[in-house]
T-cell receptor, first 115, second 112 residues
Framework: NAGVTQTPKFQVLKTGQSMTLQCAQD?????MSWYRQDPGMGLRLIHY???????DQGEVPNGYNVSRSTTEDFPLRLLSAAPSQTSVYFC??????????????FGPGTRLTVL | SQQGEEDPQALSIQEGENATMNCSYK?????LQWYRQNSGRGLVHLIL?????REKHSGRLRVTLDTSKKSSSLLITASRAADTASYFC????????????FGRGTSLIVHP
């Protein structure tokens, strides 16, 4: 299993540009999520999904869109990049069983810089 | 808002020593998880302890949970240079959508 994969590893954008961060997992996990990690802030949840066709907002959703058309993929779109979105982005997945928490598997991250 | 808060923010020890880091949280939880993050990498799950458990072991890791004090501790015994990493606690709230909330982490440096 490749686990959770993310592309690209690094990206530099100019203010106002849009882009999509890719995330894929091959573990047949229902739950997928996106976090951003900033120095001294820990991980903050952006969006999450509990299955294909179902998405919901996390703690910091503004400026980001997601969709979940398949179980495997959960892309994150930046609509109009801003310097405040400079961060490291992590995708994670896990089995989803209502009433249960399971360990999350994280991707290697995408380091994004917005100039 | 972040539920769990780790303490200390940074910890520096010598190889062979034990490392203890703590996590405090504010509301009732279903479980608490500890993760490790090596520099420039994603997080790796270490251990999960449920609210009805008081202690759990995994290799050189020992986790305790005190729900009356709303706190948990992670003990790494006989630390190695390879344990150098950031450690995060993630709390899962009782009820709700079972989404874990991460703290800011403890940065551990183990000197060889």
């Amino acid at each position: 299993n490749a686990g959770v994969t993310q592309t690209p590893k690094f990206q530099v954008l100019k203010t106002g540009q849009s882009m999509t961060l890719q995330c894929a997992q091959d573990m047949n996990h229902e739950y997928m999520s996106w976090y951003r990690q900033d120095p001294g802030m820990g991980l903050r949840l952006i969006h999450y999904s509990v299955g294909a066709g179902i998405t919901d907002q996390g703690e910091v959703p503004n400026g980001y869109n997601v969709s979940r058309s398949t179980t495997e993929d959960f892309p994150l779109r930046l609509l109009s990049a801003a310097p405040s979105q400079t961060s490291v982005y992590f995708c994670a997945s896990r089995l989803y069983r209502p009433g249960h928490y399971n360990e999350q598997f994280f991707g290697p991250g995408t380091r994004l810089t917005v100039l | 808002s972040q539920q769990g808060e780790e303490d200390p923010q940074a910890l520096s020890i010598q190889e062979g020593e034990n490392a203890t880091m703590n996590c405090s949280y504010k509301t009732s939880i279903n479980n608490l998880q500890w993760y490790r993050q090596n520099s420039g990498r994603g997080l790796v799950h270490l251990i999960l302890i449920r609210s009805n458990e008081r202690e759990k072991h995994s290799g050189r890791l020992r986790v305790t949970l005190d729900t009356s004090k709303k706190s948990s501790s992670l003990l790494i015994t006989a630390s190695r240079a390879a344990d150098t990493a950031s450690y995060f606690c993630a709390t899962g709230a009782s009820g709700g959508s079972y989404i874990p909330t991460f703290g800011r982490g403890t940065s551990l440096i183990v000197h060889p």
